[in-house]
Each structure stands twice: as structure tokens, then as C-alpha cells.
């Protein structure tokens, strides 16, 4: 096959369509010999829309700040505002950075991000910190990383949040956020996962 023909090939492979099964491609045909021409090769199945899919381009943003110094114990802590391409993509998310829980017994701090002000469903994306013995004794500052995936059915603006509050079943705590350190959230838009 002439070097055209194979560097084509090879760039329409590379094209933002991809396939689910092999039913969109046919079979190669034979090389010719002595700059005769090849024989043809066989077609490929048709695809249903429902076996192609849009592969999403990379798309990500990082939001930073510096020593944020946040010591509420509820509500939003930052926001990122996100532009989204497609609207059957997941964005995959990533927050890190300091939070601590100081001076209680029994109690426990639960950080979790939303989108447009909800949670993810069926699966929050969040963390918590608990102390079980803290009471004049604990306050300890780590480095911690929230992440993971969620449908977002929509292509547009996205506010993706990080936020505080308590967890279920236990009594409140004195949380902190962004100590002495940055505090990042990364957003990136990907492709739906395997079935």
C-alpha cells in the first residue's frame, strides 16, 4: 500500500469518532504486486447512532488558591466555574488540599463537592474527617484529596463546589480548611465509562 494511502489511514484513525465494536470498520484489502493495483477489501457493518460516540476533546481546568484559612464549619468554601463541551460527558473531579477536625470527641466533619449546588447522585463524591478522643488534645492539619466522576447531562457552565458540613450520626466538630498550604480543585470533562 502507497505511504499516502497508509499516513491517510492512519490520520482518519485519529479522527474524533470512534467505535463501540468493530461493526464500523471493513477489512483491508491485499497489497498489489509490481505497481499493480491491490484487490478490494470487504465493507464494514453500518453502526447504529447508538454504537458511536463522540469522544470528547481534553478539556480541564484547575482552580488554586493560597492558604485560604477557612474555618467555617458549614457551607460552601470555593468555587470553580467550568465549561463544559458535551452534554454525555462525565467530569472527573479532584479537590486537595488541608482539612482538619479539632477539639471534639465523637465527631466528624464531611466535606463533598456539588454541581450547580447539588450532589452527585446516586454516589456523593466527598470525604470525612472523624475524631473519636479529640477534646483539648487534637488538632491535627493533613494534606487530604477528594475525587471522582459524575453525569453531568448537560454542556455549558458547570459550578463545581467543594463545601463543608456534618456527617450523619455524630456530633460537630471545628472544621478547618486551607491551612498554611494551597488548596486546588481540578475539573476535567472525559468520556463515559465502560459498561
Known sequence: ?????????????????????QCCKGKDGKD????RDGRDGKDGESCSV????????????????????????????KSCAFNKKSNSSYLRVAV????????????????FV???????????????????????????HRPRVIRGHCKIPKRGAVNVSINVGDCPDTGPGDA?????????????????PQP
Not at 498489489?32 to 505497481?35: A, F, H, S, T
Not at 480541564?60 to 467555617?72: H, L, M, P, Q, S
Not at 454541581?115 to 475524631?131: A, N, W
Request: with cysteine; aromatic share 10%.
Open 1 to 21: 500500500m502507497d505511504f499516502k494511502i497508509k499516513l491517510a489511514i492512519f490520520l482518519l484513525s485519529l479522527s474524533t469518532i470512534s467505535c463501540h465494536s
Open 32 to 35: 498489489g504486486r509490481d505497481g
Open 50 to 77: 447508538s454504537e458511536v460516540q463522540q469522544v470528547v476533546e481534553k478539556n480541564w481546568k484547575e482552580c488554586a488558591w493560597n492558604r485560604i484559612e477557612d474555618g467555617r464549619d458549614y457551607g460552601l468554601i
Open 96 to 111: 486537595a488540599g488541608d482539612m482538619r477536625l479539632h477539639n471534639c470527641n465523637n465527631c466528624c466533619k464531611r466535606w
Open 114 to 140: 456539588t454541581f450547580d449546588d447539588k450532589e452527585c447522585s446516586p454516589i456523593p463524591i466527598d470525604g470525612i474527617v472523624y475524631l473519636m478522643i479529640g477534646k483539648g488534645t487534637q488538632n491535627t
Open 176 to 192: 478547618y480548611t486551607g491551612t498554611q498550604s494551597s488548596f486546588r480543585i481540578f475539573i476535567e470533562e472525559v468520556n463515559a
